[in-house]
């Protein structure tokens, strides 16, 4: 078996691996790369987007796609977490998690090739709220769940080798869908979601049979708002993390500046520019997901550091670029959505190697939730960026954001070698 096999690559080949290990090696693996790919085959960005287009919703549905998505994944978890943290076992929330998402996604499909117009987008939008709302269970639960059940050293490697897997799978899909190899019609994209969710309902049930042990530390008393800020207050590693990782949202924010750029440089073939940015996109992942885990295991602080500095030199150039020729051609905007998801990539593994290996005291869950929670209002904030654009361009976005991912670079010096503590 791959997971079997890759667990065998990240551990030393002197020991004898833990039969256990091994087993709760590959359920994560396999849960963890079916959801990766369920994701791509959904992207709010590309997929529903064009998907809601075609089917006439209106644009107002459209431009809400992507914040619904992201908030709803992130501002539930430090609600989350209370629940999390009581339970002795873990495992549930991430499946039941995957098991909504999947429903939700069959949902989506089945609106897709049943209605159209506003009712399309609508049911669409509603179905992507709830999969986002499952999909926050499942990011507060896995960092603690993760740690409790693989070994420090190979978290890395099964993260980066399961996104790997579902860039490739992605990248086959945009392969094909851009040379008609796959229709180009909602019905054909409707099954594709359909696809997905069916990814999501396997994924959960292989993630409950995970070998789980019981958390000793868990509490069973009520946790107040109070408990849940705590680590703010007294934990100056936790406090330095977050300042980083807000400073790196600029990473994720970029890539639709870099489209709007292209779009200034190639007026009128913006359907022709969606193949080769979503190969770039997907090729970089498959070339650099499992490179930047392993590097994480051993360092996610210099992750951070590394991948902070690629990322402001890409999108300082490509800022720089755009103020010189006032737009830049497509397959240079796809060279440089290249390098920035090189980066993406790079800071997404840091930091969450970074808080999964980091001491909180048995409040890994907490630690998790109150870090993405803080996270989503930042990237709600994010939204006024594009106000900037419109008034200053995208190329003076994308300057502030390689400003943005040098400072977090900067501040990633002040962390801790967790990995080694």
Same mark, same amino acid.
């Given at each position: =078996?791959?997971?079997?096999?890759?667990?065998? =690559? +990240?551990? !030393?080949?002197?020991?004898?691996?833990?039969?256990? #290990?091994?087993?709760?090696?590959?359920?994560?693996?396999?849960?963890?790369?079916?959801?990766?790919?369920? !994701?791509?085959?959904?992207?709010?960005?590309? *997929?529903?987007?064009?998907?809601?287009?075609?089917?006439?919703?209106?644009?107002?549905?459209?431009?809400?796609?992507?914040?619904?998505? #992201?908030?709803?994944?992130?501002l539930p978890q430090l609600f989350l977490a209370r629940q999390i943290q009581r339970q002795p076992r873990r495992r549930g929330f991430w499946a039941v998690g995957s098991l909504v998402q999947g429903a939700a996604a069959l949902g989506m499909a089945a609106?897709?090739?049943?209605?159209?117009?506003? $009712?399309?987008?609508?049911?669409?939008?509603?179905?992507?709220?709830?999969?986002?709302?499952?999909?926050?269970?499942?990011?507060?639960?896995?960092?603690? +769940?993760?740690?409790?059940?693989?070994?420090?050293?190979?978290?890395?490697?099964?993260?980066?080798?399961?996104? @790997?897997?579902?860039?490739?799978? +992605?990248?086959?899909?945009?392969?094909?869908? /851009?040379?008609?190899?796959?229709?180009?019609?909602?019905?054909?994209?409707?099954? *594709?979601?359909? *696809?997905?969710?069916?990814?999501?309902? +396997?994924? /959960?049930?292989?993630?409950?049979?995970?070998?789980?042990?019981?958390?000793? @530390?868990?509490?069973?008393?009520?946790?107040?708002?109070? !408990?849940?800020?705590?680590?703010?207050?007294?934990?100056?590693?936790?406090?330095?993390?977050?300042?980083?990782?807000?400073? =790196?949202?600029?990473?994720?924010?970029?890539?639709?500046?870099?489209? =709007?750029?292209?779009?200034?440089?190639?007026?009128?073939?913006?359907? &022709?520019?969606?193949?080769?940015?979503? *190969?770039?996109?997907?090729?970089?992942? &498959?070339?650099?997901?499992?490179?930047?885990?392993?590097?994480?295991?051993?360092?996610?602080?210099? @992750?951070?550091?590394?991948?902070?500095?690629?990322?402001?030199?890409?999108?300082? %150039?490509?800022?720089?670029?755009?103020?010189?020729?006032?737009?830049?051609?497509?397959? $240079?905007?796809?060279?440089?959505?290249? &390098?920035?998801?090189?980066?993406y990539e790079g800071t997404r593994s840091g930091r969450k190697i970074h808080l999964t290996d980091m001491k909180t005291g048995g409040r890994r869950a907490i630690y998790t939730a109150l870090s993405n929670t803080l996270i989503g209002v930042l990237l709600?904030?994010?939204? %006024?960026?594009?106000?900037?654009? !419109?008034?200053?361009?995208?190329?003076?976005?994308l300057a502030l954001f390689a400003v943005m991912a040098a400072l977090g670079a900067v501040a990633a010096t002040r962390l801790s070698e967790v990995q080694t503590a």
């Amino acid at each position: =078996m791959i997971a079997e096999r890759l667990h065998a =690559m +990240v551990t !030393d080949p002197a020991k004898d691996a833990d039969a256990g #290990e091994a087993r709760r090696f590959s359920t994560h693996f396999i849960a963890l790369t079916l959801t990766k790919i369920a !994701d791509g085959l959904i992207d709010p960005k590309i *997929v529903l987007s064009w998907l809601l287009s075609t089917l006439g919703a209106p644009g107002y549905i459209i431009g809400a796609l992507v914040p619904v998505r #992201e908030s709803g994944a992130l501002l539930p978890q430090l609600f989350l977490a209370r629940q999390i943290q009581r339970q002795p076992r873990r495992r549930g929330f991430w499946a039941v998690g995957s098991l909504v998402q999947g429903a939700a996604a069959l949902g989506m499909a089945a609106a897709a090739l049943l209605t159209s117009s506003t $009712t399309a987008g609508w049911l669409i939008l509603g179905c992507l709220a709830v999969l986002a709302v499952a999909r926050s269970s499942c990011s507060a639960s896995h960092k603690d +769940v993760l740690a409790r059940t693989v070994e420090k050293g190979t978290r890395g490697a099964l993260s980066g080798a399961a996104g @790997t897997i579902g860039a490739i799978a +992605v990248f086959a899909f945009a392969v094909a869908i /851009g040379t008609g190899i796959i229709p180009r019609e909602t019905t054909t994209v409707a099954l *594709v979601i359909g *696809v997905a969710g069916v990814l999501w309902l +396997v994924a /959960g049930t292989v993630f409950l049979t995970l070998d789980e042990p019981a958390d000793e @530390t868990a509490k069973d008393a009520r946790i107040g708002l109070a !408990d849940l800020l705590t680590p703010l207050r007294e934990d100056r590693e936790f406090r330095t993390y977050i300042v980083t990782r807000g400073l =790196m949202i600029a990473t994720a924010l970029a890539p639709p500046f870099l489209v =709007m750029l292209s779009g200034q440089g190639d007026r009128g073939t913006g359907e &022709i520019a969606l193949g080769p940015l979503m *190969v770039a996109s997907a090729s970089a992942t &498959i070339m650099s997901s499992y490179v930047w885990g392993r590097l994480s295991d051993r360092s996610s602080r210099k @992750t951070l550091q590394i991948s902070g500095m690629l990322a402001a030199l890409t999108l300082g %150039g490509a800022a720089a670029t755009g103020w010189i020729t006032g737009g830049i051609a497509v397959w $240079t905007a796809a060279a440089f959505l290249f &390098i920035a998801q090189i980066a993406y990539e790079g800071t997404r593994s840091g930091r969450k190697i970074h808080l999964t290996d980091m001491k909180t005291g048995g409040r890994r869950a907490i630690y998790t939730a109150l870090s993405n929670t803080l996270i989503g209002v930042l990237l709600i904030a994010g939204s %006024g960026f594009g106000l900037l654009a !419109d008034a200053f361009g995208p190329a003076s976005v994308l300057a502030l954001f390689a400003v943005m991912a040098a400072l977090g670079a900067v501040a990633a010096t002040r962390l801790s070698e967790v990995q080694t503590a």
